[in-house]
């Protein structure tokens, strides 16, 4: 079974960065894709960045220039560096990873944005 493991989370001031990190494990095949996705108290979940294939990267639109998203396919890993961070970007954010058609999703980290 795969197990996805987010680390990174914490309190930080906006304007501020922050950077997520996620490691699968429970597999001897690299993932297709890895995403980070986040839900905010009282509002769906809904993807944040994520790397497909050899490299092709997406971004939301409210996210796009202040956050990066990178993964090492050799390692199963993805790392979200986050910037210029907002209080909007408070939620819990989720590592994705996909296998063939089955979506993995880790426990999840929380990131609050406050003054």
């Known amino acids: 079974q795969v197990q996805l493991v987010e680390s990174g989370g914490g309190w930080v001031q906006p304007g501020g960065s922050l950077t997520l990190s996620c490691a699968a494990s429970?597999?001897?095949?690299?993932?297709?894709?890895m995403s980070w996705h986040r839900q905010a108290p009282g509002k769906e979940r809904e993807l944040v960045a994520g790397?497909?294939?050899?490299?092709?990267?997406r971004y939301a639109e409210s996210v796009k220039g202040r956050f990066t998203v990178s993964r090492d396919k050799a390692k199963n890993t993805v790392t979200l560096q986050m910037n210029n961070l907002n209080t909007e970007d408070t939620a819990v954010y989720y590592c994705?990873?996909?296998?063939?058609?089955?979506?993995?999703w880790g426990p999840g980290t929380q990131v609050n944005v406050s003054s």
């Open positions: 994705r990873g996909t296998i063939s058609t089955s979506d993995f």
């Open positions: 429970g597999t001897r095949f690299r993932l297709a894709a």
């Open positions: 790397v497909i294939g050899d490299g092709i990267k």
